[in-house]
């Protein structure tokens, strides 16, 4: 399948689309939202927000990745070492080393409530926040978010979740095949909008 491809503005992927509706995944393809993005990680000292933990990096057919300031902050509290892929650092260094990971690990950008025909970048930086995918999936397993009608954000329209992707619209660790968007509801992430993203 061929991937999604990066467009530099939204017009060049609205001229692209030739009067079509773009999917979800086009919209974070575009530069705006990589723009965003990339502030909003950066923000967040590239880590999630949750549990605290830094993206992989895949070398030599191990995922590794570096100790974020908050891990370490909590291994120096607990008395814990801190074990990296060389040798092993004493808690009271402080050293931030490299470690093992099982599974790759990478940074969503989640949006805390959703308003129809936003684009994905045209919301305060307040209502965005860092993710790994664990915890990012976990969210959306267990908590519906917000979509409202407008920006007033009074009237919560009633949505059902792709069943696939939660209502999380791509996954991440496919973002080679077709910017990993879900395939169920073609970035929508609810049902009801399946074929409609339509922006203001």
């Given at each position: 399948?061929?991937?999604?491809?990066?467009?530099?503005?939204?017009?060049?992927?609205?001229?692209?689309?030739?009067?079509?509706?773009?999917?979800?995944?086009?919209?974070?393809?575009?530069?705006?939202?990589?723009?965003?993005?990339?502030?909003?990680?950066?923000?967040?000292?590239?880590?999630?927000?949750?549990?605290?933990?830094?993206?992989?990096?895949?070398?030599?057919?191990?995922?590794?990745?570096?100790?974020?300031?908050?891990?370490?902050?909590?291994?120096?509290?607990?008395?814990?070492?801190?074990?990296?892929?060389?040798?092993?650092?004493?808690?009271?260094?402080?050293?931030?080393?490299?470690?093992?990971?099982?599974?790759?690990?990478?940074?969503?950008?989640?949006?805390?409530?959703?308003?129809?025909g936003k684009y994905p970048?045209?919301y305060e930086e307040s209502?965005?926040?860092?993710?790994?995918?664990?915890?990012?999936?976990?969210?959306?397993?267990?908590?519906?978010?917000?979509?409202?009608?407008?920006e007033a954000r009074k009237?919560?329209?009633?949505?059902?979740?792709?069943?696939?992707?939660?209502?999380?619209?791509?996954?991440?660790?496919?973002?080679?095949?077709?910017?990993?968007?879900?395939?169920?509801?073609?970035?929508?992430?609810?049902?009801?909008?399946?074929?409609?993203?339509?922006?203001?």
């Open positions: 399948m061929k991937p999604t491809p990066f467009y530099p503005s939204i017009d060049k992927l609205l001229k692209d689309l030739n009067g079509q509706l773009p999917s979800y995944g086009h919209l974070l393809s575009t530069f705006e939202w990589k723009q965003l993005r990339a502030a909003i990680i950066k923000r967040d000292k590239n880590c999630c927000t949750q549990c605290g933990v830094t993206p992989t990096e895949f070398i030599m057919g191990r995922h590794f990745r570096d100790y974020s300031d908050i891990e370490v902050d909590r291994l120096i509290k607990s008395g814990s070492q801190i074990y990296t892929m060389n040798d092993m650092i004493d808690s009271e260094t402080g050293y931030a080393g490299s470690t093992f990971s099982e599974y790759p690990i990478y940074l969503h950008v989640h949006h805390q409530y959703y308003i129809f970048w045209q209502a965005l926040t860092t993710l790994c995918n664990k915890c990012h999936i976990e969210l959306h397993e267990h908590s519906k978010i917000p979509y409202y009608q407008d009237i919560e329209m009633n949505l059902q979740p792709c069943i696939r992707c939660n209502g999380a619209g791509h996954f991440e660790e496919y973002s080679h095949i077709e910017n990993g968007i879900c395939f169920s509801c073609r970035g929508a992430k609810y049902v009801e909008l399946i074929g409609q993203y339509a922006v203001s």
